[in-house]
């Protein structure tokens, strides 16, 4: 049996609970502002108070099997992209209950993966601007923190990276949906443009249906996507 430089075996020092919770982020199509996907927590006394979906790793169960379990089972929720690991957080005293691990995560779904889950759900299950999260559980308030600030950096640098829009889209659909990210870029449409331009590429129609000249319609490049 492995023991250590001190003579220890594995099971001799120990172990904290490891938990998986998931900042799923979106943009409303009513409301065009950064939003996180919130559950009202189930089964305990604290009944009333929200949190991010999450839940314990189980024996032989990987992380990201965890994350899609909690996922499904506190949210309804089956993501379109795989979430990706953003930050362990380790404060010994995070949790009540006791010492227990969290590896945050984060997911950015479009609009029309969420609002499903919300009609079915309406009082279990809430989207709130990210910038108004105040108050969850545990310290999920800096979960969600974290995950707009990782979220918003990419936008800055590439247009739609998490693509929210569908393909192709105009110029306008893509500056809306960047400023609903950044909670306001403070810069012109014109500096946008000419920011994202060399990471788009033309297609062969315009907008349909607009009032006004059609718009130019575009994709991403494989650089900007990438």
């Not at 790793?57 to 690991?85: C, D, F, I, M, N």
């Not at 309406?122 to 990782?150: M, N, W």
């Not at 693509?163 to 449409?189: C, I, N, Q, W």
Request: proline share 8%; aromatic share 6%; net charge neutral.
């Amino acid at each position: 049996m492995y023991r250590d430089s001190s003579g220890k075996r594995l099971v001799d020092y120990p172990r904290p609970s490891v938990a998986v919770d998931t900042a799923v982020l979106t943009v409303p199509n009513n409301e065009p502002r950064l939003s996180v996907l919130l559950v009202r927590r189930a089964g305990e006394s604290r009944t009333e108070e929200w949190a991010l979906p999450g839940t314990f790793l189980h024996e032989g169960e990987t992380l990201a099997g965890a994350v899609q379990r909690s996922l499904r089972e506190k949210a309804g929720l089956t993501p379109e992209v795989a979430p990706r690991q953003l930050h362990v957080f380790d404060d010994p005293d995070r949790d009540d209950r006791g010492w227990v691990l969290s590896v945050a995560h984060v997911a950015a779904l479009p609009w029309r993966a969420v609002a499903p889950v919300l009609g079915a759900r309406p009082e279990g299950v809430v989207a709130q601007p990210v910038d108004e999260v105040r108050g969850l559980l545990f310290d999920h308030d800096e979960i969600v923190r974290r995950a707009a600030a990782d979220m918003r950096a990419a936008y800055r640098e590439r247009p739609d990276p998490d693509r929210l829009l569908d393909e192709p889209f105009t110029m306008r659909e893509l500056f809306r949906l960047h400023d609903a990210v950044a909670g306001g870029l403070g810069y012109s449409a014109d500096t946008f443009r000419r920011a994202m331009l060399p990471m788009l590429e033309e297609t062969q129609r315009r907008s349909a249906g607009t009032v006004g000249k059609p718009a130019q319609l575009y994709r991403r490049t494989s650089v900007s996507a990438g």
